[in-house]
């Protein structure tokens, strides 16, 4: 009776506070993700995201992230806009990054959650995990039943999509588990046959070293000569194999007031883009994900799309 009160309340308390979906699976080791992480690293499709390969036990075992975790709260937030940017030839910023850094977003939110928690239930021992731990996200999302992950490997709901943050809570309170859903990509190869780079070398293998957000985004050096051409306009992140994905049809826009755009960045021009100065640049990604790059690594991106 109280697992059900308990999740009941959770559940209630994270609709709440905005989240979309919110789903329970039972904290314990990733059998099946194991030997497909390994064979990953050994490709060497992390590229340079070296932290990739960083504690690979707890990676695969959130018992070892929290004491005697019991349960993975898995939650969705939407993050579709209800408008693209305007200039057809200005370079494109993945979807994601148009308003404020969703760390932050989600941060606030998940601390909120978990407070209620302590004051409803009583204390219990946990962690809040917004991807930049070493959390399998959308595994866990998948274990509880918030979609199926696709050939794109990304998280796919059948009723909305695949444009969402993932985000964790890891308690050591047991609750009810939900059980996972059907993959229904079916026959269906739209994104592996979009990526112009070509990073899904198999159906749900995404090789990470040839993806344009890893060379937008991660890669600190000169991007590769051989992918010039190939980045469609993409200058942070990419949205490829999410826009041809049927699924994607389902998209509805996010009702998060700090996930709206930057003031001007939708309608900002080819030339805008191509003439930002530096006080731009800090105005218009103040809070933005595009921080990441800096002003250089934007440049840089922005550069590499010039014939």
């Known amino acids: 009776m109280q697992k059900s009160l308990y999740t009941t309340l959770i559940k209630a308390e994270a609709k709440r506070l905005g989240f979309d979906f919110c789903g329970i699976s039972k904290a314990g080791f990733l ?33 070892l ?5 019991k349960s993975v709260i898995s939650l969705l937030l939407n993050y579709y806009p209800a408008e693209k940017q305007e200039d057809p030839e200005a370079p494109k910023i993945s979807k994601y990054a148009y308003g404020m850094d969703y760390h932050f977003v989600i941060k606030e939110k998940l601390k909120a959650l978990y407070d209620y928690i302590g004051e409803e239930i009583g204390e219990v021992n946990g962690r809040v995990f917004v991807d930049s731990a070493p959390v399998m996200d959308k595994v866990w999302a998948k274990k509880s039943g918030l979609g199926w992950v696709g050939k794109n490997s990304n998280l796919i709901n059948p009723g909305n999509g695949s444009f969402y943050f993932i985000a964790e809570l890891i308690l050591d309170l047991e609750l009810e588990h939900d059980g996972p859903i059907k993959d229904y990509c079916g026959t269906c190869t739209r994104c592996i046959d979009a990526c112009p780079t070509e990073a899904i070398s198999e159906p749900y293998v995404v090789d990470g070293s040839k993806c344009i957000s890893y060379f937008t985004i991660e890669l600190k050096e000169n991007i590769p ?18 826009d041809v994905c049927p699924w994607n049809r389902f998209s509805k826009p996010h009702s998060e007031p700090l996930l709206n ?14 003439e930002m100065t530096a006080d731009v640049f800090r105005k218009t990604f103040r809070d933005s994900a595009v921080k990441r790059t800096g002003m250089k690594g934007l440049k840089r991106n922005i550069d590499f799309l010039k014939p």
């Open 225 to 242: 000569a051989e992918m010039k051409g190939k980045f469609d306009s993409w200058v942070f992140g990419c949205d490829i194999c999410q």
């Open 65 to 69: 992230l929290v004491d005697g975790a």
């Open 261 to 274: 755009p930057a003031p001007g960045l939708l309608g900002m021009t080819k030339s805008n883009w191509e």
């Open 31 to 63: 059998e099946e993700e194991a030997p497909r992480l390994e064979a990953w690293l050994n490709k060497g499709m992390q590229g340079q995201m070296h932290y990739m390969s960083n504690h690979f036990d707890k990676r695969l075992d959130p018992r």
